[in-house]
């Protein structure tokens, strides 16, 4: 498509810039503006390009090479900036929308081996039998080796067949699941009353309708018999997702004063984002967990809450993703997710590389097994290019803090999408005796029923 592998050099250059506007608006106007650096670089590129084409031991695809070294490009940002495929944005689009067709399970990596974490209540495979722990070994017969591929192959069109095989614990042969693929909501507010005027509420993502959901939670909770006197909000192992989710989200619980700031290179990517009194009063007193899988939209909730003083941030220090991306649609189903701010919190604090640290470090551990969590060491600021943070920038060179030891490759690639300790207590369907062995949600719980308490103390 982008040129014939006998095509000549200069020709492959003409190539190579029609390729770079086909994924990037407005290329030419930046190519005149810096016409010959430009120029001087896309000989070089098509240099490469004529060689791998003439002389790569196997006959390669030039769109796929050049979409590749755009790729290069952009990732040599910093880890969040990425070129989407129509593939990879199709899969962002329905991570933030809320639902899409498939079985209905949450997988995860395990030993190498595609396993099942839990299934949805009511989907297919929740009907079928299928269980956590399930390790799942083919797809329609396929062997299925890695998470994208498995997931990709269980999505189908609504009312389509798939046959899952897995190795189940105590099964001498594997299982063999035919299911019909169907509509699954993601929830990614999940709620239940730890005991009367307590309540526990689980954000797991921020998505297009994670506000409405909460908002739907809340008041649920808040018109029962019993009304709220306290409200754990669990904001651990959420990655992010909806910047506008976690602005309104802090706004149910912040009343005035500023949320967030955003400050780009650019005039309109810097932004402050102010709260508005709420319909509804919350004065009730608030716990947020956090630990060290909470990461960008989780933290500005978490940020804000701090610094307005509104809620006690328990558990341990945030990932550390201080930053903004935008998404601009490219011709040909393609996207740009790019970083174009970082941000702040209300007292002007950047968590980039740093994280929100917890004003009570409680690390995590299920209360009956007596066993510790065993934090993830692995952040944004051991990310290859990530974006330097405000504190990384003012620390002289001869008084840096000496980074936390990192996993190397091997251990990282082992445990990267493994769910930590936190999640097996809050798998469907939620049970209130089986968070209270949480060690974070007792803590959280303790402190709220203390604080109630300690109120009548003083009135009495």
Same mark, same amino acid.
């Given at each position: 498509?982008?040129?014939?592998?006998?095509?000549?050099?200069?020709?492959?250059?003409?190539?190579?810039?029609?390729?770079?506007?086909?994924?990037?608006?407005?290329?030419?106007?930046?190519?005149?503006?810096?016409?010959?650096?430009?120029?001087?670089?896309?000989?070089?590129?098509?240099?490469?390009?004529?060689?791998?084409?003439?002389?790569?031991?196997?006959?390669?695809?030039?769109?796929?090479?050049?979409?590749?070294? =755009?790729?290069?490009?952009?990732?040599?940002?910093?880890?969040?900036?990425?070129?989407?495929?129509?593939?990879?944005?199709?899969?962002?689009?329905?991570?933030?929308?809320?639902?899409?067709?498939? =079985?209905?399970?949450?997988?995860?990596?395990?030993?190498?081996?595609?396993?099942?974490?839990?299934?949805?209540?009511?989907?297919?495979?929740?009907?079928?039998?299928?269980?956590?722990?399930?390790?799942?070994?083919?797809?329609?017969?396929?062997?299925?080796?890695?998470?994208?591929?498995?997931?990709?192959?269980?999505?189908?069109?609504?009312?389509?067949?798939?046959?899952?095989?897995?190795?189940?614990?105590?099964?001498?042969?594997?299982?063999?699941?035919?299911?019909?693929?169907?509509?699954?909501?993601?929830?990614?507010?999940?709620?239940?009353?730890?005991?009367?005027?307590?309540?526990?509420?689980?954000?797991?993502?921020?998505?297009?309708?994670?506000?409405?959901?909460?908002?739907?939670?809340?008041?649920?909770?808040?018109?029962?018999?019993?009304?709220?006197?306290?409200?754990?909000?669990?904001?651990?192992?959420?990655?992010?997702?909806?910047?506008?989710?976690?602005?309104?989200?802090?706004?149910?619980?912040?009343?005035?004063?500023?949320?967030?700031?955003?400050?780009?290179?650019?005039?309109?990517?810097?932004?402050?984002?102010?709260?508005?009194?709420?319909?509804?009063?919350?004065?009730?007193?608030?716990?947020?967990?956090?630990?060290?899988?909470?990461?960008?939209?989780?933290?500005?909730?978490? *940020?804000?809450?701090?610094?307005?003083?509104?809620?006690?941030?328990?558990?341990?220090?945030?990932?550390?993703?201080?930053?903004?991306?935008?998404?601009?649609?490219?011709?040909?189903?393609?996207?740009?997710?790019?970083?174009?701010?970082?941000?702040?919190?209300?007292?002007?604090?950047?968590?980039?590389?740093?994280?929100?640290?917890?004003?009570?470090?409680?690390?995590?551990?299920?209360?009956?097994?007596?066993?510790?969590?065993?934090?993830?060491?692995?952040?944004?600021?051991?990310?290859?290019?990530?974006?330097? *943070?405000?504190?990384?920038?003012?620390?002289?060179?001869?008084?840096?803090?000496?980074?936390?030891?990192?996993?190397?490759?091997?251990?990282?690639?082992?445990?990267?999408?493994?769910?930590?300790?936190?999640?097996?207590?809050?798998?469907?369907?939620?049970?209130?005796?089986?968070?209270?062995?949480?060690?974070?949600?007792?803590?959280?719980?303790?402190?709220?029923?203390?604080?109630?308490?300690?109120?009548?103390?003083?009135?009495?």
């Amino acid at each position: 498509m982008f040129g014939s592998r006998n095509g000549s050099r200069w020709a492959l250059v003409g190539v190579i810039a029609l390729a770079v506007a086909l994924f990037i608006p407005g290329a030419y106007r930046n190519l005149a503006a810096d016409k010959e650096q430009t120029y001087e670089g896309l000989k070089i590129f098509s240099d490469v390009i004529d060689m791998v084409q003439k002389n790569y031991v196997d006959e390669v695809d030039s769109k796929k090479l050049i979409e590749d070294a =755009i790729q290069g490009m952009v990732s040599s940002l910093d880890p969040h900036s990425a070129l989407l495929t129509p593939d990879a944005l199709k899969e962002l689009q329905i991570d933030t929308q809320g639902e899409f067709t498939g =079985i209905g399970i949450h997988v995860t990596m395990r030993d190498n081996v595609v396993t099942v974490i839990a299934p949805i209540d009511g989907t297919p495979a929740y009907n079928a039998g299928i269980k956590a722990g399930d390790k799942i070994i083919k797809v329609d017969g396929t062997s299925v080796d890695n998470l994208t591929d498995a997931v990709k192959r269980m999505r189908g069109p609504k009312g389509t067949e798939v046959t899952i095989t897995v190795i189940r614990d105590n099964e001498p042969k594997p299982l063999e699941f035919k299911l019909i693929r169907d509509v699954i909501p993601i929830q990614s507010v999940r709620s239940t009353v730890l005991q009367p005027g307590y309540g526990y509420v689980w954000v797991t993502h921020f998505r297009e309708n994670t506000a409405d959901d909460l908002e739907a939670a809340l008041e649920k909770m808040e018109k029962s018999e019993k009304p709220l006197k306290g409200l754990i909000l669990d904001l651990r192992d959420n990655p992010g997702g909806v910047l506008d989710q976690a602005i309104r989200i802090s706004d149910m619980f912040i009343d005035e004063g500023i949320i967030m700031t955003s400050k780009g290179r650019l005039d309109r990517h810097t932004r402050v984002y102010t709260a508005t009194k709420s319909a509804t009063s919350r004065t009730y007193p608030m716990v947020v967990l956090i630990n060290g899988g909470s990461a960008s939209a989780s933290e500005i909730v978490a *940020g804000a809450l701090q610094d307005d003083k509104r809620a006690l941030i328990l558990g341990t220090t945030s990932f550390g993703k201080g930053s903004v991306q935008a998404i601009e649609n490219l011709r040909d189903g393609y996207a740009l997710k790019l970083t174009i701010a970082r941000y702040y919190t209300p007292s002007g604090r950047s968590i980039q590389a740093k994280g929100v640290e917890p004003d009570i470090v409680v690390p995590h551990q299920i209360l009956e097994e007596a066993a510790p969590e065993k934090e993830r060491l692995f952040k944004e600021r051991d990310l290859a290019n990530h974006l330097q *943070g405000d504190s990384e920038k003012e620390a002289p060179a001869s008084k840096e803090k000496a980074p936390e030891p990192k996993q190397d490759t091997k251990d990282k690639d082992k445990d990267k999408g493994k769910e930590s300790e936190p999640a097996r207590t809050r798998l469907s369907p939620l049970s209130p005796e089986q968070l209270v062995k949480d060690s974070q949600v007792r803590r959280a719980l303790d402190i709220l029923i203390s604080y109630e308490v300690f109120k009548k103390l003083g009135n009495g």
